[in-house]
């Protein structure tokens, strides 16, 4: 079966660093998309990774393994905006996404 | 409007009752789904359309149906909603079905309960 894994919630500090991992079994793989979603809100898309290696976009960056079928993303500079659920998802072969459960980022003062 | 339109935005059905979620997208993406979201789990495909006038199912179709007739507009609807059918409904769309890094966009929800 498709299997996506991330932790359920983590909490960190503002103005501090977070990772956050997602490790995936899946059919096929076509890219990894990690997403943004605010308590009561839609999901909004962060950053998509193809190719082995580190994509830094402003705060956040994110990075794919895939040999070790595995990826992170890294918040940098941690803001209270930055509290929501952060999704995994992996693009199969039959590019259908599969979506791990999401990560509920805490931010503390 | 633009990106994703929903609606309704919230809704209470009785058990039993037809009932049709609208989603209307303005970025002429060709691709665009239907998934649930239930908490503790990821979200989860419902029924999908590559191109207009085409769909196909997702991991979790039964009790749902979908129409595809123009590039805009990709309702859902539950023939006979039951109480396991109250979840957040979310309509997406993509530029295409498979390539591309640009992700889907995602309408903003529907919270429906069956009671």
């Known amino acids: 079966g498709q299997n996506i894994d991330q932790p359920t919630e983590m909490t960190a500090t503002e103005g501090a660093i977070v990772q956050i991992n997602c490790t995936y079994q899946t059919s096929g793989f076509n890219g990894l998309f990690w997403y943004q979603q605010h308590a009561g809100e839609a999901p909004t898309f962060l950053s998509y990774?193809?190719l082995d290696g580190l994509e830094e976009k402003g705060r956040f960056s994110s990075f794919l393994s895939r040999s070790k079928g595995y990826s992170y993303l890294l918040l940098k500079e941690l803001q209270m905006k930055d509290s929501a659920s952060y999704l995994c998802a992996v693009r199969d072969s039959n590019y259908q996404l599969i979506w791990g459960a999401g990560t509920k980022l805490i931010i503390k003062p | 409007i633009a990106g994703i339109t929903q609606a309704p935005t919230s809704q209470i059905l009785a058990a039993g009752r037809r009932m049709t979620l609208r989603c209307t997208q303005d970025?002429?993406?060709?691709?665009m789904y239907w998934y649930r979201q239930d908490l503790g789990l990821g979200l989860r495909l419902i029924h999908y359309?590559?191109?207009?006038?085409?769909?196909g199912k997702g991991e979790v179709p039964d009790g749902y149906s979908v129409s595809r007739a123009n590039t805009d507009d990709f309702p859902l609807t539950l023939a006979s909603a039951v109480p396991s059918q109250t979840s957040v409904y979310f309509c997406?769309?993509?530029?295409?079905?498979?390539?591309?890094?640009?992700?889907?966009?995602f309408g903003s929800g529907t919270r429906l309960t069956v009671v």
């Open positions: 359309s590559n191109t207009a006038g085409t769909t």
């Open positions: 990774n193809v």
């Open positions: 970025m002429r993406h060709n691709a």
């Open positions: 997406a769309s993509s530029v295409d079905a498979g390539t591309g890094a640009s992700g889907y966009t």
